[in-house]
């Protein structure tokens, strides 16, 4: 049985795509042509398929095409074994992004239990080096694949901290409310947290499974001041201890929205901030595999999203990469400005050009001569 992947998708008013129809046989899908032909606009819709603002962090109307105004629209047919699944998404002019599951309204949250989505953009190449925010986002991307409940978890934790910041930031002394807020922040924060631990767990052992061409790494959580404090009531408990401390400051200082994710190149010893640019790739591309991997472990497959990750790899990574997508039946989608850049996959992939007339983008299903 084929893993799940997406048979159709169609764009409507998405960015450079004024309506676009592919149609897909769950190979991986490579996609190739000129710089500003909608390659990264197609794997941005496709990012649409999960919950969040896509794999550029946009907002909803930047998103919809320009010259049009009327809003945008992804709809797609995913297979799931047997099963298939209609999901639509959209947003109209001045409105927020609606989601529908075979017809009925659905939550963003459960486009996340539907197919998980994974990617990888060159934007993530600094991802070790700049700040903390990216990397929790990588993390809880990866914890979301394997973790359904931990979006719910998220939005919990994060709701009870803003009211509590407003609290702090009043200067309110009401220790009822303040108590009533930081249980909810430690009972929701423990959860993010341990989902989080079960997460690297999990990404490491999948990275331990197999023999890649891609380094291992070593993960750590870390939080810049207090650890976070083991169980729910010792956090409360925590919580209440640091309350002045954090009036001073504004906002609460003690929670899994401090963390950070830490990698190390294991065999080598190397933080990863301080490895090559290549090497940085590397031990991306090895985490996401690996996340596919676990993924795979529970019985189902992401898909994958990898924007000009061919560039940056050599000849052999770049086989290795392929050799693996393949092996695992992911339907990755594969950006890069010439076809070359897929030699390696030879027919194991579907093939796509883009091109670019007018501020519009035409996709065709073309293998490379
Ligand atoms: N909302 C929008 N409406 C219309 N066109 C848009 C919109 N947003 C971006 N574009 C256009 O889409 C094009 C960029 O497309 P995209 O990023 O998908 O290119 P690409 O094929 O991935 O290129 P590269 O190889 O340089 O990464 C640009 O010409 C940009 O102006």
Known sequence: MSQPHLRHLALSQFRSHARARLLFDGRPVALWGPNGSGKTNLLEAVSFLSPGRGLRRAASEEVGRRAEGVGWKVAANVAL???????????????????????????????ARLIPVLWLVPAMD??????????????????????????????????????????LKDGSRDAHWYAALESQMAQAGTQVARNREATIARLMAAQGQ?????????????????????????????????????????????????????????????AARDCSTGEQKALLVSLILANARAIEEDGTAPLLLLDEVAAHLDPGRRAALYDEVCGLGLQAFMTGTEPGLFAELGNRAQYWEAAEEGGVSHLTERSPA
Do not use: C
């Open 81 to 111: 074994g047997p099963t298939d699944h209609e999901v639509e998404t959209q947003a109209l002019p001045g409105e927020a992004r609606t989601v529908r599951i075979d017809g009925k309204a659905a939550s963003q949250l459960d486009l």
């Open 210 to 270: 197999a023999e890649t061409a891609f380094p291992a790494a070593a993960l750590a959580i870390t939080y810049p001041e207090d650890p976070l404090p083991p169980t729910e009531e010792l956090y409360a408990q925590g919580l209440e201890r640091v309350r002045w401390r954090d009036m001073a400051a504004g906002r609460s200082l003690l929670g899994p929205h401090r963390a950070d994710l830490e990698a190390v190149w294991a065999a080598k010893g190397v």
């Open 126 to 167: 600094r991802l070790w080096t700049e700040g903390a925010e990216g990397r929790r986002r990588f993390l809880d991307r990866a914890t979301m694949s394997l973790f359904p409940d931990h979006g719910e978890a998220s939005l919990a934790y994060e709701k009870a901290m803003r009211e509590r910041n407003r609290l």
